[in-house]
């Protein structure tokens, strides 16, 4: 008989486990994949929209439609609490009545906690990058800017410590954002949209960061963009914990306030409120899924990927398919398929882009882990790249099965 297998979240992480366990054990496995919406959108270019360069409708995918073609059904709900003791997930569906799903192995694929409203004012006065509801609103807000001070900076991240996932310890480095990349992107994106405006000399920008800015990257390549942000006048405040956007600043933890019309930010990142909820059993003190390098929890029928995994950091999309890849790899093994399991091995790979002038920063690098990859250049051709990866998402619905050669080009 098909072992049940449900998968919950329909993003990077989930979605790679789910189309990799098809391909891999076919009908050994009958995968349900779970998310609150129907339609998924391709996280790195959410914030293009904010620009003008992208329409939420050319980077969504309908769950519905795209899984059950693939051989996966999806069931639309809320995954209201996971009992990792019992085998089943309660969900509520988009009618609000509640059900119990069972299963023989869980894939946890949730994400993080994007926790806005620890930030005083920031429903009101703060615009997020982070999901395309946020940045249709920053777009209303940019085109009826006519100059001043824009900030643009990442909240907070709340990593756990207890239980450590399973994996060396310099693949888990303390963090103090969860990832600045998106930061750095929206910085470059902004100065070519402003430019293009004619509202560049009008305009101060400031990005801040809570911990060492990018501190995930090599020593030279924290260099480039410092030499790369003095070549565009954006101003760098470093050690800043934002606690606070005022309808004029963003104000930090220990008092200090930035002058600031538009602000721009990355939530604070905790652990999503149902793994927070298993903190001790199944999550950490932080709410984040410690594993070993197979992605299997502390329960081994469950798995976790992705950014809802302890040991993914700093929280990229990256990481999340490569945690996808291998918790399918693994799984098909116990399902009688035997599989070669790739090693995991943290790397950074993304490209920061800015579409209105052409070019993009693409950054390959392993040095936070240890090794000596170091990697951060800016070309036409990266711009290329992130077009290409995009349509490659959507071409695919979302299967990343070149993922790592991609990353490698
Ligand atoms: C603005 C931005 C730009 C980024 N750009 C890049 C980039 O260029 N390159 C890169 O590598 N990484 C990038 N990242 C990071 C990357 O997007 C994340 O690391 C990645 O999305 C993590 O994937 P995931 O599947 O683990 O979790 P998520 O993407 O967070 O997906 C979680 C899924 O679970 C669903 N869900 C959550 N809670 C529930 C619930 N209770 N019930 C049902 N469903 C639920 C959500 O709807 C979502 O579909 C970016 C991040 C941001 C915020």
Not at 41 to 48: E, T
Not at 320 to 349: C, S, W
Request: glycine share 8%; hydrophobic share 40%; charged share 25%.
């Amino acid at each position: 008989m098909a072992e049940k297998v449900l998968v919950l979240g329909g993003r990077f992480g989930g979605l790679t486990a789910a189309y990799t366990l098809k391909r891999l054990v076919g009908d050994r496995a009958e995968i349900t994949l779970v998310d609150r919406y129907r339609t998924t959108y391709f996280r790195p270019s959410i914030p293009h929209i904010a620009i003008n360069v992208r329409e939420p409708e050319e980077i969504g995918l309908d769950l519905a439609s795209v899984l059950p073609r693939k051989g996966i059904a999806f069931q639309q709900a809320l995954v209201k609490q996971i009992s990792p003791d019992e085998d089943s997930v309660t969900l509520e569906r988009t009618d609000g009545s509640t059900f119990k799903a069972s299963y023989d192995y869980l894939v946890v694929a949730l994400g993080a906690h994007l926790a806005k409203e620890s930030v005083k004012g920031a429903a009101e006065n703060g615009y997020s990058l982070c999901e395309v509801e946020d940045t249709l609103r920053l777009r209303e807000k940019l085109a009826g800017f006519k100059g001043g001070n824009i900030t643009i900076g990442s909240g907070i991240f709340e990593q756990g410590s207890n239980p450590k996932p399973k994996f060396p310890n310099n693949f888990v480095p303390r963090a103090d954002s969860a990832c600045e990349g998106p930061i750095f992107e929206f910085s470059l994106m902004l100065k070519g949209y402003l430019k293009a405006k004619g509202l560049l000399g009008k305009t101060k920008i400031t990005v801040y960061s809570p911990g060492e800015y990018l501190s995930d990257l090599s020593r030279q390549s924290r260099q480039a963009v410092r030499q790369i942000y003095e070549q565009m006048g954006v101003t760098l405040v470093e050690k800043f914990r934002l606690s606070e956007i005022t309808t004029d600043s963003v104000v930090s933890e220990d008092g200090r306030r930035i002058p600031s019309d538009v602000s721009v930010y990355k939530p604070p990142y905790t652990g999503h409120p149902v793994l927070k909820k298993l903190s001790g059993s199944l999550a950490d003190d932080a709410g984040f899924v410690p594993t070993d390098l197979n992605m299997v929890s502390a329960y081994p029928n469950v798995y976790a990927v992705g950014d809802a995994n302890a040991g993914s950091i700093p929280k990229l999309g990256y990481l999340a398919v490569r945690m996808g890849e291998i918790a399918a790899q693994h799984l098909a093994n116990r399902m009688g398929v035997p599989t070669k399991v790739d090693e995991y091995r943290p790397t950074i790979f993304c490209v920061a882009d800015n579409p209105y002038e052409g070019y993009a920063v693409a950054v390959a690098d392993d040095t936070w882990y240890g090794g000596t990859l170091a990697k951060a250049e800016i070309a036409p051709v990266n711009h290329m790249k992130k077009e290409l990866f995009t349509k490659y998402y959507m071409w695919s619905k979302g299967d990343m099965v070149l993922e790592k050669y991609l990353a490698s080009w």
